[in-house]
Antibody, heavy 122, light 106 residues
Framework: EVQLVESGGGLVQPGGSLRLSCAAS????????VNWVRQAPGKGLEWVAN????????YYVDSVKGRFTISRDNAKNSLYLQMSSLRAEDTAVYYC???????????????WGQGTTVTVSS | DIQMTQSPSSVSASVGDRVTITCRAS??????LAWYQQKPGKAPKLLIY???TLQSGVPSRFSGSGSGTDFTLTISSLQPEDFATYYC?????????FGQGTRLEI
């Protein structure tokens, strides 16, 4: 079964750090770009970051640049999001999702995890 | 950043109705747009990619159209399970922004 499973969420104080993980199974992880998307309570979806198949390119939304780092380990079929200097506004459900991008086509995010909840509060 | 504006923000409709949701981009996207459906407490589900291509397994009552800055998602005959929130997302340039969502109430 094609699957993404997030872990690592929890309660953290403002200014603290947290590392999220996303374990892939059922497909060749190294063939795909992978994204982090978050959703604050009662709010819409926000794209956070993504990383190329070989990890050579990473992109971020401005609000997390310099605080979050996306990485991957293709040997372990895993995606990570290292979050530091956390703020209350980072409170959200964080999803990982795979996507296929070619020169001419964006195939959308077709496989999503179930999400992991991050709460930033004192 | 490219801003994505969906309209309406919410809509009420009945089973069997035809519903259209619009997504407007602040810059041209070509066809680098996807549509997602999200039900409460669940992860989003991909419906349409490349503006008009139906994702495998998605019912044919869903369709997408448009290019450039104006896009539409149409549900031809609403079913009870279509109650959800719908999002567009652009992938023309980073960050890959989402629209604010359209809540569809049956």
């Amino acid at each position: 079964e094609v699957q993404l499973v997030e872990s690592g969420g929890g309660l953290v104080q403002p200014g603290g750090s947290l590392r999220l993980s996303c374990a892939a199974s059922g497909f060749t992880f190294s063939n795909y770009w992978v994204n982090w998307v978050r959703q604050a309570p009662g709010k819409g979806l926000e794209w956070v970051a993504n990383i190329k198949q070989d990890g050579s390119e990473q992109y971020y939304v401005d609000s997390v640049k310099g605080r979050f780092t996306i990485s991957r380990d293709n040997a372990k079929n895993s995606l990570y999001l290292q979050m530091s200097s956390l703020r209350a506004e980072d409170t959200a459900v964080y999803y990982c999702a795979r996507t296929t991008v070619t020169t001419h086509y964006y195939y959308g995010m077709d496989v999503w995890g179930q999400g992991t909840t991050v709460t930033v509060s004192s | 950043d490219i801003q994505m504006t969906q309209s309406p923000s919410s809509v009420s409709a009945s089973v069997g109705d035809r519903v259209t949701i619009t997504c407007r981009a602040s810059q041209g996207l070509s066809s680098w747009l996807a549509w997602y459906q999200q039900k409460p407490g669940k992860a989003p589900k991909l419906l349409i990619y490349a503006a008009s291509t139906l994702q495998s397994g998605v019912p044919s009552r869903f369709s997408g159209s448009g290019s450039g800055t104006d896009f539409t998602l149409t549900i031809s005959s609403l079913q009870p399970e279509d109650f959800a929130t719908y999002y567009c997302q652009q992938a023309n340039s980073f960050p890959h922004t989402f629209g604010q969502g359209t809540r569809l109430e049956i």
